[in-house]
């Protein structure tokens, strides 16, 4: 909310009292500096320019190197960091697979590494985390002996790396959400975190030391803000720590999708949101006016007279166009929050 066409009145005091001038000036740098650290830390949009805000944001600090293995009738994908601190199981939503999380590499050339779910896993490492992901059995996670076999999985992995002494967090998104707030029924985990999903709060007799939860969601999704307010206060009413975190619509811009996509340069990146703006897919502010998965954008694309987005693009920009309207989707732009929210109950 900008304050438009507000003039400041004439002020003669500095031809009274020179002095007030540095004073003055000081006084208005600190007021500045203190709005400036207020608004961050009210604001949950993060700011793009944060270099772990950007696809090669952790360049310096952490490299993707991990350890894949096949186990009962799954896959598992991994990475320990030196001095792991704590271990990270990362639940997909539905259509997710491990892979998702990891970027291509001789070690795992069929990994995929989507933008916010592979930002997800580098915010994790350079914190310390262990990273455990695994592949539902289906197209998403079920809740009768999937279960159990994740958490024997689960169990088992932790124990032969010899991480028993760790604390243990869990984040799902969507279906994997459902999945974890079930999991923690069963499995001793510090802390969890469900994105885009309100849990199984209501089809499940919710054990005692359940542990402290925090809901990552998407306020525009009303019918499941409403949930997630009511499950917030049935486990409140246990004793249960609770919080959430609001994320919010974004808009676009030149360099939004070459910001958050590995592969996806500038120029490309352009043409998409000149193309996106020519067809009325989002408003004047650069806000995407229906989801992502709404906009008929790989049409338009198709239509336009040079294709000039790569095959294996198009999931990664369908991603973020959702992020971007913020109704369902994965998002790693809360990482910050979320990692000191785990950290906040590991001591
Ligand atoms: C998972 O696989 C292991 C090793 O093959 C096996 O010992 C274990 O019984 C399996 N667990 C389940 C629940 O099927």
Known sequence: MLNRGTKSKAWNGPKRCPVMVPVMFLVSVLVALLMFFRKNDENPIPVYGLPNQKWNGFESLVQFNPEREFRNGTDLIWQIPDLPKAVLFLAHGCSGRA???????????????????????????????????????????TFGKERLIVEDIIRWWVKRQNLEKLPLVALGASSGGY???????????SSIALMIAEGMF???????DYPPTLFVHMPKDVHRQ?????????????GIDVAEIECM???LSTTF??????????????????LFKEKGFIDENGYMKRDGRM?????????????????????????????????????SLQSEQIFKWFESYMT
């Open 249 to 251: 619509e974004l808009p």
């Open 295 to 331: 906009t008929h954008w790989k049409q338009a694309l198709q239509e336009s007279k040079t294709t000039f987005l790569e095959k294996g693009l198009a999931h990664p920009v369908q991603e973020e166009l959702n992020l971007a309207f913020a109704y369902h989707e994965m998002t």
């Open 99 to 141: 892979v998702n999380f990891w970027d291509r590499s001789s070690k795992c050339p069929e990994c995929v590494g989507l933008p916010e779910e592979r930002l997800l896993v580098l915010h994790a490492l350079a914190r310390k985390f262990a990273v455990l992901t695994i592949s539902s059995a289906g197209r998403c996670w």
């Open 202 to 208: 209501d089809q499940m007799d919710i054990i005692e």
């Open 257 to 274: 999708l070459s910001d958050r996509i590995p592969g996806l340069d500038q120029t490309i990146s352009a043409r998409l949101f000149n």
């Open 226 to 238: 409403q949930k997630i307010t009511e499950f917030m206060e049935v486990l409140k009413n246990k």
């Open 179 to 189: 999945f974890v707030s079930a999991l923690a029924n069963d499995l001793k985990f």
